[in-house]
């Protein structure tokens, strides 16, 4: 008997300091301070404790549901609209949810509205289902996608655009409720939108809340009271990096990882988006993104063109929809020829609209969205000071961001062959071009001789301006210098960033007839045309080393969104990058 009262002593202390625990955890850990509220708050022994197999739940934690720097100034209507919500509230709902009578009914009323709201699906979104599509289009191709349990962080930055947010909300609902509404963490930031983007954004608020979709949603000022004195890809680089905020809270205060970041831009059918992570997880692609498709004089042509390059660094052709393959937007031979058969082919850069970033080979590894240093305010500075030739490229951040994926891969390459020389009796991996750095010289030669490219015979090569982001009235920018340099180690040697365009992901603007530009793309369905399952279909089995030079296409002072353009070739060097 004596030896067990010591036991049971012991075991009540144990108890009274874990309540003590429990309450302070409870008392101070749990209240934030303010101004740290909408913070993705750290992991705290409580969360282990409560233990609920679902990460992202917005029942558990009100971090998870977050609206920032809502528009609270009154203006004139404010007092008359107040007035009748709160009378309204108060003699024909809040009685009926607080009596023990009807609160049943409510319940009932609140889960047919959000059934109602999963089978929301815009007006553009609803017509989907039927657009021609190669290869057909199959749902249950994707359950395997939810099954996974993965996490994905869905990105917007939006400029007013209200015109197509409603359908760019039907597309979010549709996609959590194939992923699963606590799968998807989904990040909105509005920069000074002047439209009714900010009221449209209360809808999406109300939608997402009901659903249990995780969001935060942020409305910040305009970098410069003037739009025209902004510099554009600095505006880019600061609106990306807030909307990822939120994925680096969730990383540093949670362990959370999330498995991709789809970027939505303009307007993209949730089957392409699904499709899309599909080739992006069969190909362990960094990057995937769609194609970019703007009405022009009745006819459809490829829009981004100021971030989107080929493998070989070449601008893509400004192509209709309706051109032959051949003088498709691609015009490398290689993309050419995959994008005639509507696979996923390889590029050196894009963005082109929705795309798919896997964060694990981004910014989990520091890379955010920067822009050059060193363009010319145009308030303060009369004239832009000459640049040399060969001094770095002041283009888009998502070109940036690029450059960074391919030095990113090629660093990782060599610390992996770095680390299996050290631990001998492991084979080097043989899949991908790997650094060695005493093949260096040898590859160097015959990199040389490879690099010899025949001089671009297209007439609209490397011209014509930005549709994205200038008024074709602008004029043609200066074509192109013909890059003249050699590097004494050639890119081919190091492992390739993996970037990808899938042609069957369109993305398009409000008023495109969607069906027109399937069928143009596309042509009617022809399930048998590519022998071979999805899968395989999917996959490139060749990837391409990074090109020694790219068309450099920069915003080289302020003037916003639409500042002049120029053009030059720049040379790419891997190698000095990674010695930088
Ligand atoms: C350019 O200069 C003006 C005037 O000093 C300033 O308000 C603006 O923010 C500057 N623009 C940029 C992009 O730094």
Not at 56 to 75: I, S, T, Y
């Amino acid at each position: 008997m004596a030896i067990y009262l010591p036991r049971r002593n012991f075991i009540r202390v144990l108890w009274i300091l874990a309540f003590a625990f429990l309450a302070r955890l409870l008392f101070f850990s749990s209240t934030p301070a303010p101004e740290e509220a909408p913070q993705i708050r750290r992991q705290g022994v409580l969360d282990y404790v409560a233990g609920s197999d679902k990460v992202l739940d917005v029942q558990k934690h009100d971090f998870l549901q977050v609206r920032m720097g809502r528009d609270e100034r009154p203006d004139f209507m404010s007092d008359i609209v107040q007035d009748g919500v709160e009378d309204y509230w108060s003699r024909y709902e809040q009685p009926y949810i607080t009596g023990k009578q009807t609160s049943h009914m409510d319940q009932q009323n609140v889960l047919n509205a959000i059934d109602q709201l999963l089978t929301l699906n815009g007006w553009v979104a609803a017509l989907c289902p039927t657009l021609s599509r190669p290869f057909g289009q199959n749902d249950n191709a994707y359950e395997e996608l939810a099954r996974s349990g993965h996490l994905y962080f869905i990105g917007m930055a939006i400029h007013s655009a209200d015109h197509f947010l409603t359908d760019q909300l039907a597309v979010i609902v549709q996609m959590a409720r194939r992923l699963g509404p606590q799968s998807v963490f989904v990040s909105m930031l509005d920069y000074d939108s002047s439209d009714s983007t900010e009221t449209l954004l209360d809808l999406c608020e109300a939608v997402l809340t009901l659903l249990g979709v995780p969001f935060r949603i942020r409305r910040i000022p305009g970098m410069t009271e003037d739009p025209t004195a902004a510099y554009y890809p600095l505006e880019e680089a600061h609106m990306r990096n807030l909307v990822l905020e939120p994925l680096y809270e969730f990383y540093r205060n949670r362990k959370i990882k999330f498995h991709r970041v789809i970027w939505l831009k303009g307007f993209t059918c949730p089957n392409d988006i699904l499709e899309t992570i599909m080739v992006s997880e069969s190909n362990d692609a960094a990057m995937v993104c769609g194609m970019d498709w703007a009405e022009h004089n009745g006819f459809f042509i490829f829009s981004d063109r100021w971030r989107t390059r080929d493998i070989q660094g070449d601008q893509f052709r400004q192509s209709k929809s309706s051109s032959r393959p051949e003088a498709g937007p691609p015009r490398d031979k290689v993309g050419a020829e995959r994008y005639g058969r509507h696979l996923p082919f390889q590029v050196f850069c894009c963005e082109s609209g929705t795309h798919v970033v896997d964060p694990m080979q981004s910014y989990y590894q520091g890379i955010s969205y920067r822009h050059g240093s060193g363009f010319t305010n145009l308030s303060t500075a009369d004239s832009a000071p000459r640049r040399d030739s060969d001094s770095p490229c002041l283009d888009s951040s998502q070109a940036h961001f690029c450059r960074d994926l391919w030095i990113n891969a090629a660093r990782e390459g060599v610390r992996e062959v770095e680390s299996l020389r050290s631990s001998p009796g492991i084979g080097v991996r043989a899949a991908q071009p790997v650094v060695q750095k005493k093949d260096l010289e040898k590859r160097a030669e015959e990199g040389h001789a490879q690099r010899q490219r025949p001089a671009v015979k297209d007439a609209d090569a490397n011209v014509g301006s930005d549709f994205d982001a200038m008024p074709d009235s602008d004029g043609e920018p200066e074509p192109a210098d013909t890059y003249s340099g050699s590097l004494s180690i050639p890119n081919s040697v190091f492992r390739p960033a993996r970037i990808l365009v899938n042609p069957r992901c369109v993305t398009t603007y409000a008023g495109v007839s969607h069906v027109q530009l399937a069928l143009d793309l596309f042509g009617p369905e022809d399930d048998d045309a590519e022998p071979g399952s999805l899968k395989t279909k999917y996959i490139l089995d060749d990837w391409e080393g990074a090109p020694d030079s790219f068309v450099c296409q920069e915003q080289k002072s302020t003037g916003g969104r639409k500042a002049t353009k120029t053009q030059r070739r720049l040379g790419f060097s891997i190698h000095s990058e990674l010695n930088h």
